[in-house]
């Protein structure tokens, strides 16, 4: 009996010992606020990285975030599937991580924001820009640029208004360019713009100059792409070859210095929907602008911009947010209402997309873009 009872109270001591112990345990707040960034970084040279750091430096010189250093973690997710998955994994799993930036290629971000979400871990994507992101009801993912039915929109009422009539589409059978080519298409054929072909590959040059022949006979006045870079380029460089003579409009992924070299004379005059104006007459543009050219030598991109943006928004948010339970930072980044950045007035709605007023419309001239007044 004596045994039994010694042993009950071995187990109530160890028992109350531990309630104890772990009850005046205090979770002790992070002593550095951590964002985790998916990018391609070895591959994607339009200045994101720089605009991204520039943020941060600026950030951290004005006393951090709740009195805390901001730092960036960064992986390079490659543009490929596999590679991107397992970084988002490993972020969800990483608890110093308030919040991600990334990731670049709407073919990663839409089943990576499934492994986000469920972590309860906000992404905020600068670049994905496929409708699909944002259609499954997530509450921790959001982007802060237009989407593609939002640049298509734009695009179209602007080539409305220039007798646009009849057009084809060249897009990437992925994510990015079916979701832009629908709706491009879509708000083409509300506006009376006909789409009197759509193809997503050519073989040679030879198999082009059959599609122009075509597309003469339907009287064509213009092509759409929904392509990236370096094939969007590719593609305009041989349709020059090939004595294609028509307008080429794009969406951002072709808003590169690069287009210029890829393209050749034949990219002249395009046409792309995207975000950023480093012209406009605001304040933070014109410090951004001043600040970014000191820092590095060069001009802001609009990749540059938008990463810039990313983090100022996320710090905002942070700054309000619960450092003990990231998951309060989805919440503080809807409150930040008609928030003021580099890119424009950014603003949230339910489903995470960036409803603001941010879409700028420009054309290459002389091997420079030139912004369009809407």
């Known amino acids: ?50 605009g991204i750091d520039l943020a941060v430096k600026e950030i951290n010189s004005s006393g951090g975030i709740k009195g805390r250093e901001l730092r960036l973690l960064k992986e390079d997710d490659g543009s490929e599937l596999v590679k991107g998955m397992a970084i988002a994994e490993s972020f969800a799993e990483n608890n110093e991580i308030q919040a991600v930036i990334g990731h670049d290629n709407s073919f990663i971000s839409i089943p990576a924001s499934a492994i986000y979400n469920n972590a309860g871990l906000v992404m905020l994507s600068p670049a994905s820009t496929a409708p699909e992101l944002t259609k499954n009801d997530y509450k921790y993912i959001f982007r802060n640029i237009p989407s593609d039915d939002e640049i298509a929109r734009q695009l179209t009422l602007y080539l409305a ?34 789409i009197v072909d759509r193809f997503d590959y050519y073989t040679n040059l030879e198999d082009l100059r059959r599609l ?7 009287g064509v006045d213009g092509i759409f792409i929904a392509k990236t870079l370096p094939e ?64 590095h030598q060069k001009e802001p991109s609009s990749d540059a911009a938008l990463g810039y943006d990313a983090v100022n928004m996320l710090a905002n948010a942070i700054e309000k947010s619960d450092l003990l339970n990231r998951s309060s930072v989805a919440k503080e980044l809807k409150n930040l209402g008609k928030w003021s950045g580099v890119t424009g007035i950014h603003e949230f709605d339910e489903k995470g997309d960036d409803i603001g007023d ?16 809407k």
Request: hydrophobic share 40%; with cysteine.
């Open 1 to 50: 009996m004596l045994k039994k009872t010694t042993m009950c109270e071995i187990i109530i001591i160890c028992t109350v010992s531990f309630l104890l112990l772990t009850g005046c345990t205090k979770l002790e707040e992070p002593n550095e606020i951590v964002i985790g960034v998916a990018w391609p970084f070895e591959t994607n040279k339009n200045l994101f990285n720089e």
């Open 161 to 194: 208004e220039q007798g646009y009539r009849r057009m084809v589409i060249y897009y990437s059978d992925d994510s990015y360019g079916n979701g832009l080519a629908n709706s491009f298409e879509d708000h083409a054929n509300s506006l009376g713009i006909t």
């Open 212 to 218: 122009h022949n075509r597309w003469q006979a339907y």
């Open 232 to 295: 969007g380029g590719q593609f305009i460089s041989d349709a020059g070859q090939t004595g294609i003579n028509l307008p080429f409009i794009a969406g951002d992924a072709l808003d590169s210095p690069i287009l210029s070299e890829i393209g050749g004379k034949a990219a002249e005059g395009t046409i792309i929907g995207s975000v950023f104006n480093p012209y406009i007459d605001r304040p933070e543009v014109k410090r951004f602008g001043t600040d970014f050219l000191a820092e």
């Open 358 to 373: 941010l879409v700028v419309l420009k054309k290459l001239l002389n091997g420079e873009f030139e912004y369009i007044e």
